[in-house]
């Protein structure tokens, strides 16, 4: 079946680190998987961060990004150096243009310290 | 424009009691979800509709759990009877076509079952 699996958390890294949540998606009946991430910051609903939609295409939003990566089925975040305000949940995400519900990994915690 | 709306915010139910959670989508979107988050299990599909028809239906959620749809702008989620092993967040999202486009989550109830 479909399915998204992504770093386990919780994850801990230091403010001004660098950062790679990992996301690697099985799309068995999908024939152009859209990808997603989404964050859900302390206290706040769940809110889309980057989505792509064409394999070998590169996402980014507030210096996050990812690359849609066919070949390996990948679509793994990164962030050059964080900041204490990316502690937040992060979920990948994986979607079809079909009659299909997203399917959504199981979420990494991350959190930076000062 | 007015996003996802999910009211209670908060929900103590006693073991075998029954319990309607409500959803109000964004105003247009042809799509709506329900989903179980919790820590270990992530984001777990409920029911998905489109244009107000059932799409998918979790496979593990049908004995106890049933969406409805009742017009394009009100959904319920009703859980009967409830188990302790139900306390979570449920979260409604909403999105204009499904799987390949951002979903939209309102804020979430916390169910707690005693």
């Known amino acids: 079946g479909d399915s998204v699996t992504q770093t386990e958390g919780p994850v801990t890294v230091s403010e001004s680190e660098s950062l790679i949540i990992n996301c690697t998606y099985s799309?068995?009946?999908?024939?152009?998987?859209?990808l997603f991430w989404y964050v859900r910051y302390p206290g706040e609903g769940l809110q889309l961060l980057l989505k792509?939609?064409?394999?070998?295409q590169k996402g980014s939003s507030r210096g996050f990004e990812a690359t849609y990566n066919k070949e390996t089925t990948s679509f793994h975040l990164q962030k050059a150096s964080v900041q204490e305000s990316d502690s937040a949940v992060y979920y990948c995400?994986?979607?079809?243009?079909?009659?299909?519900?997203?399917?959504f990994g199981a979420g990494t915690k991350l959190s930076v310290k000062p | 424009d007015a996003g996802v709306t999910q009211t209670p915010r908060h929900e103590v139910a006693e073991k075998g009691q029954t319990i309607i959670l409500k959803c109000e989508p964004v105003s247009g979107h042809n799509d709506l979800f329900w989903y179980r988050q919790t820590k270990i299990q992530g984001l777990e599909l409920l029911s998905y509709f489109r244009s107000k028809s059932l799409m998918e239906d979790g496979g593990a959620f049908k004995d106890r759990f049933k969406a409805e749809m009742l017009n394009s702008s009100f959904s319920t989620l009703k859980i009967q009877p409830t188990e302790p092993k139900d306390s979570a967040v449920y979260l409604c999202?909403?999105?204009?076509?499904?799987?390949?486009?951002?979903?939209?989550f309102g804020p979430g109830t916390r169910l707690l079952v005693l």
């Open positions: 999202a909403s999105s204009g076509l499904g799987g390949q486009d951002t979903q939209y």
């Open positions: 799309a068995t009946s999908i024939a152009y998987p859209n």
């Open positions: 792509v939609i064409t394999a070998g």
């Open positions: 995400a994986l979607g079809d243009q079909n009659n299909n519900a997203p399917r």
